[in-house]
């Protein structure tokens, strides 16, 4: 046994025995003692001294001899009432005799808690501090002790959580000064724990200068230590399990330590940047509050796959609204770590100008199904490319100055034909020769010849945001390089279907075109287009 009794006079037995003997023989006289039950139990029972696993185990039992039965007497007596309700799980009957006439009391479990209780005669239920109840049903000796004064317990979301050690000081029932030291080896009591849907811990009761500590229970790191009152600077992650460590100390020299487990099951916040758009705009869904190992679902009511990248506890994706959707609304269902949520948005069709191209020589030469081929062969899974970072930084910048001459989103009849085509870029045309240059920072994942598009390079921002240059005669950097904002890249040329010099400059969205000034214009939210 570790409690340490330190205490011992000669005689001290002898003593007791009267004491209690007064105290069950009479309430007049037991009122007169520094003990004073608030319910008066005054009982006596046979049997021999069984442990609380005998007890658990055998579903019924009897408690020893009158001290310690006293003892445990005075200790639900001077017990807290709790509540019932969590109490679900009876675990022993005590016999007592009560006044010369058979009285049961029984002992109660909390299935969630483990900790126990008693129902007394009066259907009261009452609980006392754990760790020193279950120290007297599992003491074989006879400690005719009681620490009048323990650990008050700490209250948690309004449940209260015992000390889980402690080292405090109290009187025996003759009233000598005693000593009571409950190490974590003494009595091994479940930990509490905690399941929280937001951030709102409530913790009351907690002594004055109470340290706290707080560690991942599964990397067993500590991600907290100091006061209470500075746990504001404390955030904690979604589904991590966080070990509480209270350690209290008041003037008296009483110590005591609390401990609970607390897990914070944070509904992620789904939003998104806009809920109306113009064609060839986008905007961002942003996911709040997301794990590391949480796993996103998430699909349009139109064909494009968000990619999802993650920072921290937020993960965000752009989505691109092309030139090609009609307006009305559309819808977009996204979930995470089991929580759904579905957005609707409205989509309004940008007027695009209609324009009939004459193209001849060898511009038209240059538009076969081989160079087509050659081109979707060699773009294609590029535009599928996704860095799970933002490469780029501010608002994008046009790449060359000159005349526009074919907008975005055109509707474009080429040599008369009755299918238009839509121009999924903006085509400024300008001398050969003049610079060009990213318009943001980002990695070159292409930069080389094709039939089709002549020169061509095609760079990743991050997130699946492309920017592609084509038609150029001069190519400045190589495929892998990483290229800041507003470097030369290459320079102006007619090179591949083109009719003049010009630099045709597009931005995607993994394969889907979105208009580039949009980009140019942090009103328009950055990425988004709204009005
Ligand atoms: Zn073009």
């Not at 003494?186 to 905690?194: A, C, S, V, W, Y």
């Not at 009761?205 to 560690?215: E, M, N, Q």
């Not at 010009?502 to 009103?523: E, F, V």
Request: glycine residues 8%; aromatic residues 12%.
């Amino acid at each position: 046994m570790r409690m340490e009794e330190r205490v011992r006079g000669r005689g001290w037995f002898t003593f007791v025995c009267v004491i209690l003997f007064l105290i069950i023989a009479s309430v007049t006289t037991a009122s007169m003692f520094l003990f004073v039950p608030k319910n008066n139990y005054q009982l006596k029972a046979p049997g021999n001294g069984i442990g609380v696993e005998s007890l658990i185990n055998n579903e019924q039992g009897w408690i020893d001899g009158s001290t310690k039965l006293t003892l445990l007497a005075v200790a639900i007596s001077r017990g807290r009432e709790v509540d019932t309700d969590t109490y679900t799980e009876q675990i022993a009957i005590l016999h007592f005799t009560l006044d010369d006439s058979e009285a049961l009391i029984y002992l109660l479990r909390d299935s969630e808690t483990g900790n126990l209780a008693f129902r007394d005669t009066e259907g009261r239920v009452v609980s006392h501090n754990q760790k020193f109840l279950i120290y007297l049903l599992d003491s074989e000796q006879l400690y005719p002790l009681f620490c009048s004064t323990s650990p008050p317990p700490i209250k948690v979301m309004n449940r209260e959580v015992d000390a889980f050690t402690y080292d405090y000081r109290g009187s025996s029932l003759s009233g000598e000064p005693l000593r009571f030291n409950l190490t974590e080896e003494d009595i091994d009591l479940p930990t509490q724990r905690f399941t929280l849907e937001d951030t709102n811990l409530r913790i009351a009761d907690i002594p004055k200068a109470a340290r706290l500590r707080i560690t991942d229970e599964s990397s067993e790191e500590d991600v907290f230590s100091g006061r209470y009152s500075d746990i504001g600077s404390f955030e904690p992650i979604s589904h991590v399990p966080y070990l509480y460590t209270f350690e209290t100390a008041d003037a008296n020299g009483n110590i005591a330590s609390y401990h609970f487990v607390v897990e914070y099951h944070i509904k992620p916040t789904f939003s998104i940047s806009h809920d109306y758009l113009l064609t060839g705009g986008s905007f961002v869904i942003f996911i709040d509050g997301v794990k590391e190992n949480d796993t996103i679902d998430c699909h349009l009511s139109f064909d494009y796959k968000p990619f999802f990248i993650r920072m921290d506890n937020r993960a965000m994706a752009l989505v691109p609204i092309s030139h090609t959707m009609k307006s009305g609304e559309y819808s977009l269902y996204v979930s995470c770590a089991g929580y759904e949520e579905t957005f609707t948005f409205g989509v309004s069709e940008d007027s695009y100008e209609v324009q009939n191209l004459e193209i001849s020589g060898d511009g038209l030469a240059a538009n076969t199904a081989e160079a087509n081929r050659e081109y979707a062969n060699t773009m294609y899974p590029l535009f599928d490319s996704k860095d799970p970072y933002i490469y780029w930084e501010d608002a994008f910048i046009q790449p060359v100055s000159g005349t526009i001459t074919t907008p975005y989103g055109v509707y474009r009849y080429t040599n008369g034909s009755e299918n238009a085509t839509r121009h999924a870029g903006v085509d400024i045309a300008t001398a050969e020769g003049t610079a060009i240059v990213a318009a943001n920072t980002g990695r070159v994942l292409f930069s080389g010849y094709l039939e089709l598009s002549g020169n061509t390079i095609l760079i990743e921002h991050g997130m699946g945001l492309h920017t592609l240059y084509m038609h150029m005669d001069s190519l400045r950097v190589e495929t892998g390089d990483f290229v800041e904002k507003a470097q030369l890249i290459g320079t102006v040329g007619t090179t591949g279907y083109s009719t003049g010099p010009h630099l045709h400059y597009q931005m995607m969205i993994g394969d889907t075109s979105i208009n580039p000034w949009y980009a140019q214009d942090k009103r328009a939210g950055f990425f988004a287009a709204s009005d």
